[in-house]
């Protein structure tokens, strides 16, 4: 299964697969220390988003939400990529300045499948415009917020 996409921040990841139809605060909504969510009413609360391919609808909130992924990169507890369905300059700007992979416009759109996604190992290719999130695994990832 694939699906294609605008690349915005190039690179390549590889993890499982943590979709959430919310969108995402990383200032004061994630962790830096520890990359867990934090953000109580979050479906993700307490899931470790560090090492997987997160996908959300976009990002909310503070510019500081930018330096918190940027944190989140140098502790080694950022995604190993991200996928919106609409970035915005938090997110970008975030994903540039720690080197996180990001796409967004995915098509087919994943959160209709977000039951089947959810914990499938996935690979996430961004070239300069183009992005590709593709599942490489039917086998369940490692368990969410171990």
């Known amino acids: ?21 919310e969108p995402i605060s990383f200032y004061g909504g994630v962790d830096p220390s520890t990359g867990m969510i934090v953000e109580k009413d979050h479906e993700l609360y307490g899931r470790v988003i560090a090492g997987t391919i997160l996908v959300f609808p ?14 989140l990169a140098r502790r080694g507890k950022a995604p190993a990529g991200i996928v919106n369905m609409e970035s915005e300059p938090i997110v970008v700007t975030g994903c540039l300045l720690g080197g ?19 914990g499938l190992k996935a690979e996430l290719s961004v070239e300069e415009g183009s ?3 593709r599942v490489v695994s039917v086998v369940r990832g490692e368990e969410e917020g171990a």
Do not use: Q, W
């Open 1 to 21: 299964m694939a699906f294609l996409g605008r690349g915005l921040v190039r690179g390549r990841g590889c993890g499982p697969l943590v979709v959430s139809e």
């Open 58 to 71: 976009y990002g909310k909130g503070s510019t500081v939400g930018s330096y918190t992924l940027l944190r």
């Open 100 to 118: 996180i992979p990001l796409m967004d416009n995915p098509h087919p759109n994943p959160f209709e499948l977000k039951r089947i996604l959810s």
């Open 131 to 133: 992005g590709l999130l």
